[in-house]
């Protein structure tokens, strides 16, 4: 686990073991860190951002290891303004978490520009962080420390003054309601609550931006709720947020602009009305039976699509092998889709329903997959031995 703070990035070996680490710390920031920046650049600009890793296989003995190029990121560039919230959506392994990696400075780019309050990340990352907080993808609290102790030593590491940082560390306590927690290690904290507190410490020297790599996954909803409606009010008071996320209800509901990541690539942005609309077609689900075996339901969707009757078409094992739908705007939509259906032999079908586009349906128009299809097949595709080794990150 790493921790993204304004004086650098540390494991958590350093937390734990690293005597006179502070006085080390103090050496790394200087002065001018805290100087203010103009105020009309955007709080997060990305340019033709790219970065490649190099995945090393281990050969059992006498075999050749062997190695293969991951292009995570293959130019990717946006802007996220003050006062917004940026949510990355995309399928496991899209490089959500990369492009966070890269902009949070843990990971350095192989090309492009960061721009972090017109600060270049590269070029100045101790005043970069200074601007920004990062939550890691894994919750990243040490057990034997309390959370206040966390959020003490997080803003001493940013210099935080001392008045400062005890008003920042209340209004942080009641906005994420930690009040019984705080004095408790964080050892008996449930998962919901460390989020909170990992959220707490990304806050706790007044960032103008914030970086949270999927803050809600796994979270009960409570904690849910209350993680946005900080952020809501974050955004209010002119922060930037950029924001991955899994779900898309949760993209669909906090995020101003919304960037559709699918294999290292941007592949769509802008609001999610915008989006929506940009497709102008019907979503239609059908139902041929109940419970319609895949060899019908394929022969159903090849019929449709040789008739020119759909622009995107799945399968959706999950229900009965139901026919998810995108029929374009100039189509006369589900009747039309049902006579061709009887035509083919399918004298009536068990339901068919109607309604308007989804990011869900924007993401399929996109790349021809669900986004559960896409993160089923990158789980799979995925190097066990390197998702391990950057759980352990
Ligand atoms: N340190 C690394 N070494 C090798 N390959 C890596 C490393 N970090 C990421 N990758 C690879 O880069 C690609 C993008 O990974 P990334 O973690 O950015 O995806 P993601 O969209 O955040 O997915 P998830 O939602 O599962 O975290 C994947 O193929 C991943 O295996």
Same mark, same amino acid.
């Given at each position: 686990?790493?921790?993204?703070?304004?004086?650098?990035?540390?494991?958590?070996?350093?937390?734990?073991?690293?005597?006179?680490?502070?006085?080390?710390?103090?050496?790394?920031?200087?002065?001018?860190?805290?100087?203010?920046?103009?105020?009309?650049?955007?709080?997060?600009?990305?340019?033709?951002?790219?970065?490649?890793?190099?995945?090393?296989?281990?050969?059992?003995?006498?075999?050749r290891k062997r190695k293969e190029i991951v292009h995570a990121l293959n130019g990717v560039s946006?802007?996220?303004?003050?006062?917004?919230?940026?949510?990355?959506?995309?399928?496991?392994?899209?490089?959500?978490?990369?492009?966070?990696?890269?902009?949070?400075?843990?990971?350095?780019?192989?090309?492009?520009?960061?721009?972090?309050?017109?600060?270049?990340?590269?070029?100045?990352?101790?005043?970069?962080?200074?601007?920004?907080?990062?939550?890691?993808?894994?919750?990243?609290?040490?057990?034997?420390?309390?959370?206040?102790?966390?959020?003490?030593?997080?803003?001493?590491?940013?210099?935080?003054?001392?008045?400062?940082?005890?008003?920042?560390?209340?209004?942080?306590?009641?906005?994420?309601?930690?009040?019984?927690?705080?004095?408790?290690?964080?050892?008996?904290?449930? !998962?919901? @609550?460390?989020?909170? *507190?990992?959220? =707490? +410490?990304?806050? $706790?020297?007044?960032?103008?931006?914030?970086?949270?790599?999927?803050?809600?996954?796994?979270?009960?909803?409570?904690?849910?709720?209350?993680?946005?409606?900080?952020?809501?009010?974050?955004?209010?008071?002119?922060?930037?947020?950029?924001?991955?996320?899994?779900?898309?209800?949760?993209?669909?509901?906090?995020?101003?602009?919304?960037?559709?990541?699918?294999k290292g690539s941007l592949i769509a942005s802008g609001t999610t009305a915008e989006l929506k609309?940009?497709?102008?077609?019907?979503?239609?689900?059908?139902?041929?039976?109940?419970?319609?075996?895949?060899?019908?339901?394929?022969?159903?969707?090849?019929?449709?699509?040789?008739?020119?009757?759909?622009?995107? !078409?799945? @399968?959706?094992?999950? *229900?009965?092998? =139901? +026919?998810?739908? $995108?029929?374009?705007?100039?189509?006369?939509?589900s009747d039309a889709v049902e006579i061709l259906l009887r035509d083919a032999g399918f004298e009536?079908?068990?339901?068919?329903?109607?309604?308007?586009?989804?990011?869900?349906?924007?993401?399929?128009?996109?790349?021809?997959?669900?986004?559960?299809?896409?993160?089923?097949?990158?789980?799979?595709?995925?190097?066990?031995?390197?998702?391990?080794?950057?759980?352990?990150?």
């Amino acid at each position: 686990m790493a921790f993204v703070t304004p004086a650098g990035v540390f494991r958590r070996r350093d937390l734990v073991s690293c005597d006179g680490w502070l006085d080390k710390v103090s050496q790394w920031i200087g002065d001018e860190q805290y100087e203010d920046v103009g105020v009309d650049v955007p709080g997060l600009e990305v340019v033709d951002l790219k970065k490649s890793f190099l995945r090393k296989e281990k050969g059992k003995k006498g075999k050749r290891k062997r190695k293969e190029i991951v292009h995570a990121l293959n130019g990717v560039s946006f802007t996220a303004e003050r006062g917004q919230i940026y949510g990355l959506l995309g399928p496991n392994a899209c490089g959500k978490s990369t492009t966070m990696k890269c902009i949070g400075s843990i990971n350095a780019a192989d090309s492009g520009t960061i721009r972090v309050f017109g600060v270049d990340v590269s070029k100045q990352p101790y005043k970069a962080r200074q601007m920004f907080g990062y939550v890691h993808q894994d919750a990243g609290v040490d057990k034997i420390l309390t959370g206040r102790e966390h959020l003490d030593l997080f803003a001493d590491l940013a210099h935080v003054d001392t008045a400062r940082k005890e008003q920042n560390t209340e209004d942080l306590i009641t906005a994420l309601r930690m009040e019984n927690f705080i004095d408790l290690e964080t050892g008996v904290y449930s !998962g919901g @609550i460390k989020r909170r *507190l990992d959220i =707490a +410490l990304a806050m $706790v020297h007044q960032p103008g931006l914030l970086l949270l790599d999927e803050p809600t996954t796994g979270l009960d909803v409570e904690s849910r709720a209350i993680i946005w409606d900080l952020l809501r009010e974050f955004r209010g008071n002119g922060g930037c947020v950029l924001l991955t996320s899994h779900y898309l209800e949760e993209v669909d509901t906090l995020a101003d602009v919304v960037g559709i990541m699918d294999k290292g690539s941007l592949i769509a942005s802008g609001t999610t009305a915008e989006l929506k609309a940009s497709l102008g077609g019907t979503r239609v689900q059908i139902r041929i039976e109940e419970f319609t075996s895949q060899t019908e339901a394929e022969r159903a969707l090849e019929h449709l699509k040789a008739k020119g009757a759909i622009r995107q !078409g799945l @399968i959706n094992p999950g *229900l009965g092998n =139901a +026919l998810e739908l $995108v029929i374009p705007a100039n189509r006369d939509t589900s009747d039309a889709v049902e006579i061709l259906l009887r035509d083919a032999g399918f004298e009536s079908m068990f339901s068919v329903s109607k309604s308007r586009m989804s990011l869900g349906d924007v993401y399929l128009t996109a790349t021809g997959r669900s986004l559960q299809d896409a993160d089923r097949i990158a789980q799979a595709a995925r190097d066990p031995k390197q998702t391990k080794s950057e759980q352990i990150l």
